[in-house]
Antibody, heavy 121, light 110 residues
Framework: EVQLVESGGGLVQPGGSLRLSCAAS????????MNWVRQAPGKGLEWVSY????????YYADSVKGRFTISRDNAKNSLYLQMNSLRAEDTAVYYC??????????????WGQGTLVTVSS | EIVLTQSPGTLSLSPGERATLSCRAS???????LAWYQQKPGQAPRLLIY???SRATGIPDRFSGSGSGTDFTLTISRLEPEDFAVYYC???????????FGQGTKLEIK
């Protein structure tokens, strides 16, 4: 069974930093591209970042570029999101999501349960 | 950047009825790159449809997707009580590489 479990969320002051983790199991993590997606309270979904299976290719949403860093450790089956210079508008539930590229499609097929990040003084 | 607009914002129906949810893109989208998700309160989104019309693993056949170009539709043929939730469409863009989501349609019990 595919499982993605996020951790590391919490309350942080504006300008602070936080590192999120996503532990993967039930599939060959090193073969899959991964994403972070966030959802502000009561709002819709916003894609945040993407990392290729090897970690060599990375993309960010403009809203987090220069402040957030995605990385992975395939030996530990883990995905990370280092968040610096946090702002109030970064307050959201952060989900890790597995990329799916079968049958010519491209989407995200499995999501973790999310971890809440609250940026407030 | 492609913008996805979902309608209606809220849809009020009764169990057993048919639901039709719309997702319109600001420019043409490859059908291969259009997906639909269901999200219940306090839960992560669940993939329902990918490639505009293919059901994800374990999704009941009362869910179907259709459309092409800029207009896509999610249809739930006969609503079950567990279908009342928020639904999002999503598209994949390769340049720049990113996913964008519609703002969601809330399907509520009438």
């Amino acid at each position: 069974e595919v499982q993605l479990v996020e951790s590391g969320g919490g309350l942080v002051q504006p300008g602070g930093s936080l590192r999120l983790s996503c532990a993967a199991s039930g599939f060959t993590f090193s073969s899959y591209e991964m994403n972070w997606v966030r959802q502000a309270p009561g709002k819709g979904l916003e894609w945040v970042s993407y990392i290729s299976s090897s970690g060599s290719t990375i993309y960010y949403a403009d809203s987090v570029k220069g402040r957030f860093t995605i990385s992975r450790d395939n030996a530990k089956n883990s995905l990370y999101l280092q968040m610096n210079s946090l702002r109030a508008e970064d307050t959201a539930v952060y989900y890790c999501a597995r990329d799916f590229g079968g049958e010519g499609a491209r989407t995200t097929d499995y999501w973790g349960q999310g971890t809440l990040v609250t940026v407030s003084s | 950047e492609i913008v996805l607009t979902q309608s209606p914002g809220t849809l009020s129906l009764s169990p057993g009825e048919r639901a039709t949810l719309s997702c319109r893109a600001s420019q043409s989208v490859s059908s291969s790159y259009l997906a639909w998700y269901q999200q219940k309160p306090g839960q992560a989104p669940r993939l329902l449809i990918y490639g505009a019309s293919s059901r994800a693993t374990g999704i009941p056949d009362r869910f179907s997707g259709s459309g092409s170009g800029t207009d896509f539709t999610l249809t739930i043929s006969r609503l079950e009580p567990e279908d009342f939730a928020v639904y999002y469409c999503q598209q994949y863009g390769s340049s720049p590489r990113m996913y964008t989501f519609g703002q969601g349609t809330k399907l509520e019990i009438k």
